[in-house]
T-cell receptor, first 113, second 113 residues
Framework: DAKTTQPNSMESNEEEPVHLPCNHS???????IHWYRQLPSQGPEYVIH???SNVNNRMASLAIAEDRKSSTLILHRATLRDAAVYYC??????????????FGKGTLLTVNP | DGGITQSPKYLFRKEGQNVTLSCEQN?????MYWYRQDPGQGLRLIYY???????QKGDIAEGYSVSREKKESFPLTVTSAQKNPTAFYLC????????????FGQGTRLTVV
C-alpha cells in the first residue's frame, strides 16, 4: 500500500491560514487523496478528497501537486475549533484492497488565540 | 437520525475478562471497521468487514474477535488474550463501492484494571 508522510505537529495562530502538508511519493495513478480530522476525544470526520485537480469545500481546500507526490490541506482562516489531528490517507477505489482503510499518526494542529 | 453509535462511552473491566464493544449503524453501509487508538497515537486497524458474514483481520487483530451477522451491527470482543487492552476504540462504516467517505462513531474508552 502506498504510504503518506506528515509532520507530527504544526502550530498556527487564530484567523491565519494553515497549510498542512502530506507527502505520498509512491502514489499510484488510481489513488485518491483523502483528509480526515479528529477533534479531541472524538472519532475522525471526513474533510475533503481529490484525485488530480485542486478541490474546495466549506471546510477546506486541497491543493495537489502536478506530479501528485504531495498535497496540502489548506484551512483559510484557522479557528480554535480547528485544533485537531489531521490525517492524510490514500484510497484506491480499484482492486481487492478497496475496503481496507488505514490511517497513520497524522499531524497535530495547535491553534493559538 | 442516521448515524453510527458506539456504546458504552466508558467501560471498565477486570483483567482476564472478555468484554464486547457495541457498534451499530443505520446508514445502510456495507463496510464496517474497528480501530484502536492509544494516547498520542494514530488509529490502528483491528478488523474490518466488507459485507455481512465476512470480515478480515487488520494490522493488530491478535486478542480480538468480531462478528457480522447483521448489516447494521459489528461488535468487537476484546478477549483476555489481548495483553494491553486499555485504549480508545473507534468504529467506522462506509458505503460499499469505490471512493466513499467513512463515518466514525464517538468511540468507547476501555479501561482494564
Amino acid at each position: 500500500d502506498a504510504k503518506t508522510t506528515q509532520p507530527n505537529s504544526m502550530e498556527s495562530n487564530e484567523e491565519e491560514p494553515v497549510h498542512l502538508p502530506c507527502n505520498h511519493s509512491t502514489i499510484s495513478g488510481t489513488d485518491y487523496i483523502h483528509w480526515y480530522r479528529q477533534l479531541p476525544s472524538q472519532g475522525p470526520e471526513y474533510v475533503i478528497h481529490g484525485l488530480t485537480s485542486n478541490v474546495n469545500n466549506r471546510m477546506a481546500s486541497l491543493a495537489i501537486a502536478e506530479d501528485r507526490k504531495s498535497s496540502t490541506l489548506i484551512l483559510h482562516r484557522a479557528t480554535l475549533r480547528d485544533a485537531a489531528v489531521y490525517y492524510c490517507i490514500l484510497r484506491d477505489p480499484s482492486g481487492g484492497s478497496n475496503y481496507k482503510l488505514t490511517f497513520g499518526k497524522g499531524t497535530l494542529l495547535t491553534v493559538n488565540p | 437520525d442516521g448515524g453510527i453509535t458506539q456504546s458504552p462511552k466508558y467501560l471498565f473491566r477486570k483483567e482476564g475478562q472478555n468484554v464486547t464493544l457495541s457498534c451499530e449503524q443505520n446508514l445502510n453501509h456495507d463496510a464496517m471497521y474497528w480501530y484502536r487508538q492509544d494516547p498520542g497515537q494514530g488509529l490502528r486497524l483491528i478488523y474490518y468487514s466488507q459485507i455481512v458474514n465476512d470480515f478480515q483481520k487488520g494490522d493488530i487483530a491478535e486478542g480480538y474477535s468480531v462478528s457480522r451477522e447483521k448489516k447494521e451491527s459489528f461488535p468487537l470482543t476484546v478477549t483476555s488474550a489481548q495483553k494491553n487492552p486499555t485504549a480508545f476504540y473507534l468504529c467506522a462504516s462506509r458505503p460499499g463501492g469505490s471512493n466513499t467517505e467513512a463515518f466514525f462513531g464517538q468511540g468507547t474508552r476501555l479501561t482494564v484494571v
